[in-house]
């Protein structure tokens, strides 16, 4: 399966894949609703670049109020502050995705051999259920037209299989985000760690969180990803939790249906006992 690996510690926020990624998928799109404030994703944009500085995170090109961040930082010098980071986000592409879990209609679905979550939008009825089901938070609707579906990532999967990269990972120029096979990135990943703890947060995301993702990072020691990589996710596949409680509803559903018949029985037994006291109540008098 294959992956993408983004360093963080090489990353110089020149926003290179998030205008490739634009040209491949959207170019001339524009959003009905302004980009979300949070991360800038949106219709049209499927990945973006953010900063992060002492525990904040930021849309770079954002006109949001940074605390104490020096305004004459260039990007080259953010690589050498330990607490200060770009950060590219996107969809993630979960081993076993939420998403295609939780859609109705089958619009999702993980290719085993591109390491994407294929998102097929002429089958998108709109539901929405994938936006609310993301641990990630990644799907943004097209909240502007008549047919609205959801937009997200699509790992460039057409082009994986002729043979060609990502556009994001092909116009990288300092080797931040990388294009292979998931096995080989991570041990590319913990290479680097052994070999420059230093400059190194001992952890490979996406590796295990949720059942492991086919976008993974590293980052610099001062800067955790706990805003991506929710710690509160653990490890398991989120749909095997699904199931756990799906496989649950026929033994409970027939559960309450004889505990609901017997009520009955015995609610309808008493009103019968009930009514026969009182005929006979009835009676005695005429004795």
Not at 152 to 167: D, F, S
Not at 182 to 198: F, M, S, T, V
Not at 210 to 217: D, N, P, R, S, W
Not at 240 to 263: D, E, H, N, R
């Amino acid at each position: 399966m294959k992956a993408i690996l983004t360093d963080i510690t090489r990353c110089i926020g020149c926003d290179k894949c998030k205008e490739a990624c634009y040209n491949q998928y959207n170019k001339g799109k524009v959003c009905a609703i302004s980009a979300d404030a949070k991360d800038d994703l949106s219709e049209a944009t499927w990945t973006t670049v953010l900063l992060v500085d002492r525990g904040n995170v930021f849309v770079k090109d954002m006109d949001q109020e940074k605390p104490d961040f020096p305004k004459d930082v260039s990007e080259q010098t953010i690589l050498s502050l330990p607490q200060t980071a770009f950060v590219r986000k996107q969809c993630l592409h979960c081993n076993e995705p939420t998403c295609e879990a939780v859609c109705p209609v089958g619009a999702f679905h993980k290719d085993q051999e591109t390491g994407a979550v294929i998102y097929e939008s002429h089958k998108c009825i709109g539901c929405r259920y994938c936006m609310y089901a993301c641990p990630f938070g990644i799907p943004r609707y097209e909240w502007g037209t008549p047919f609205p579906v959801v937009q997200k990532c699509i790992l460039c999967y057409e082009e994986i299989k002729t043979g060609r990269k990502p556009a994001c990972t092909e116009a990288c120029q300092d080797g931040a985000t990388i294009f292979g096979d998931r096995d080989e990135l991570i041990a590319e990943a913990h290479r680097r760690i052994e070999q420059e703890p230093g400059r190194y947060r001992n952890h490979v995301y996406g590796e295990h969180e949720a059942g492991g993702t086919a976008v993974l990072y590293l980052t610099k020691p001062q800067v955790p990803l706990d805003f991506l990589f929710h710690q509160r996710l653990g490890v398991d596949p989120l749909p095997s939790y699904t199931w756990q409680w799906l496989a649950k509803v026929p033994t409970i559903g027939m559960s309450a249906a004889f505990a609901g018949t017997g009520l009955f029985w015995i609610i309808k037994r008493r009103n019968l006992l009930a009514q026969g006291e009182e005929a006979l109540e009835r009676k005695e008098p005429h004795a």
